[in-house]
């Protein structure tokens, strides 16, 4: 096992040498992990994804095929070329759905800049998101190519409202050609209907596409106001409304502010019809924003928007939560000791003095978010963070998770106020829609 890691590690980072100067961090990373790999046998661990208004970026995603219904599968075979747009969203039946119903755009528009060809194969869209398919053709043989510094503007090249995106590392098919889709969200209503896709290639230096298309399809989503107030072990929750759009179905719910139990997240929100087919949350994407200033927290879960039910329930039964004044922890980074843990589940911390800090657990199957939030020295100054990460490691035959933090140089003592921790509170909800 240790020595097929490293030959992966090695692999990648052999790879990731043709990329250009801005991507020196992403080189370093793999340097590093070729040497953890080394000495502990290391896998990438998966860490939840959320997004309010910046880019949240996924820059190893990996997608794979699944079953479809028949009439997709006859579309499928029918369709010269098609089934990379069958991969890419393989696995969100919502989109699946979407593009069984006719929904899916075709652009077929490209732009050639050197050995590189960019193509714009279409676009699945609705009032408050795009995720564009793009097929990236190199004349030459190359192991890789990815697109860096995405952005999508309106024709007058205005960006579109703040929102988040997420792009994958795109799959490579035949013919040196290279499959991916980058998904932008926002929460006001996205009105143009011509835009510009711009990207940078790499690895290769200087090369950028500017590619103008157009997405027509904008139908009004399927809203249900539902303002009913659920408890979970006491911890009362507000369910606001819940929206169904094309690309996605947007829970918009609040936690009441008297809640003697901080909440970090719903862990098992779903759609459930009639006849117990589910519509869970989004694997391949932004999960959840906010709260926004009004406390208000929206979960992103897969669209039934082309496929509404006669019966129709909302559930979930699984919080991540901690008593309020239990929801941090307290480390001395001289000693590199954790002295306030509130269910002692981290054994190892380390800190480094260039500014980074490290905690490991036994390695949990439900748990992936990484668990940092504000960090604050002695004096109750909040300390400049930096990038996050979160890994599974092999240490002494023993699986653990380990989290890293990248801080400002300090010393002393500091609290972490704690965004996740493995800690659940349970009790079956279910609310009825229609």
């Given at each position: ?20 100067s ?26 939840m ?6 880019a ?5 995603g ?7 219904s028949?009439r997709?599968?006859e ?14 969203i393989s ?8 593009y069984?119903?006719?929904?899916y ?5 490209s ?16 009032q ?7 097929t ?23 960006r ?25 969200f926002?929460?006001e ?28 399809k904008?139908?009004?989503p399927i809203?249900y106001?539902?303002n ?31 809640n ?7 862990e098992d ?6 006849s ?37 329930y909302?559930?979930?039964s ?13 480390l001395?980074?001289?000693?590199d000791?954790?002295?306030f ?18 905690l ?9 978010s990484?668990p ?11 300390i400049?963070t ?26 002393g003592?500091?609290t ?14 279910r609310?009825?829609?229609?």
């Open positions: 096992m240790k020595d097929s890691i490293e030959h992966e590690l090695e692999k990648w980072k052999e790879e990731y040498q043709e990329f250009d801005n991507l020196d961090k992403i080189d370093a990373a793999i340097d590093q992990g070729f040497q953890k790999a080394k000495q502990k046998g290391s896998k990438l661990k998966p860490v994804m959320t997004a309010i208004t910046t949240a970026v996924l820059l190893f990996f997608i794979a095929i699944i079953n479809f028949p997709f599968q579309q499928v075979s029918q369709v010269p070329g098609i089934n990379k747009i069958v991969e890419l696995q969100d039946k919502g989109l699946e759905t979407a069984d119903h006719d929904y755009e075709p652009i077929g528009m732009q050639k800049q050197g050995d590189y060809e960019l193509t714009i194969d279409g676009v699945i869209r609705d408050h998101g795009l995720i564009v398919f793009y990236i053709k190199s004349d030459e043989s190359k192991r890789r190519l990815y697109l860096g510094d995405i952005s999508i503007t309106d024709s007058n090249g205005e579109l409202p703040g929102g988040s995106s997420s792009y994958g590392s795109p799959e490579k098919g035949d013919n040196n050609e290279f499959s991916g889709t980058y998904k932008y926002s929460q209503p996205i009105k143009a209907k011509q835009f510009v896709f711009n990207a940078k290639l790499s690895p290769s230096n200087g090369i950028h596409f500017s590619i103008p298309f157009e997405a027509q904008n139908p009004d809203q106001d539902i009913e107030e659920v408890t979970v072990q006491g911890q009362s929750i507000l369910i606001e409304s819940i929206d169904i759009h094309p690309t996605r179905t947007a829970v918009q719910i609040q936690y009441d502010a008297s003697d139990m901080k909440i970090f997240g719903i929100m779903r759609l459930v019809d009639g117990g087919e589910e519509w869970g949350g989004i694997s391949n994407g932004t999960t959840r924003t906010g709260p926004d200033d009004e406390g208000y927290i929206s979960y992103y879960l897969e669209s039934n928007y082309f496929d509404i039910p006669d019966e129709l909302l559930e979930f699984k919080l991540q939560a901690l008593p309020k004044d239990e929801a941090y922890l307290k001395d980074l001289d000693q000791k954790i002295l843990d509130p269910y002692n589940q981290f054994v190892d911390f380390e800190y480094e003095s260039h500014g980074y800090l490290t490991s657990m036994k390695a949990n199957e439900e748990f992936y990484v940092f939030g504000q960090v604050i020295n002695e004096s109750g100054n909040e400049e930096n990038h996050s990460h979160g890994t599974t490691e092999i240490v002494d035959g023993e699986e653990r998770d380990t989290y890293g933090q990248s801080i400002e140089r300090t010393e003592i500091v972490v106020e704690l965004s996740a921790y493995p800690h659940w509170i349970e009790e079956p909800v609310i009825k829609i229609k």
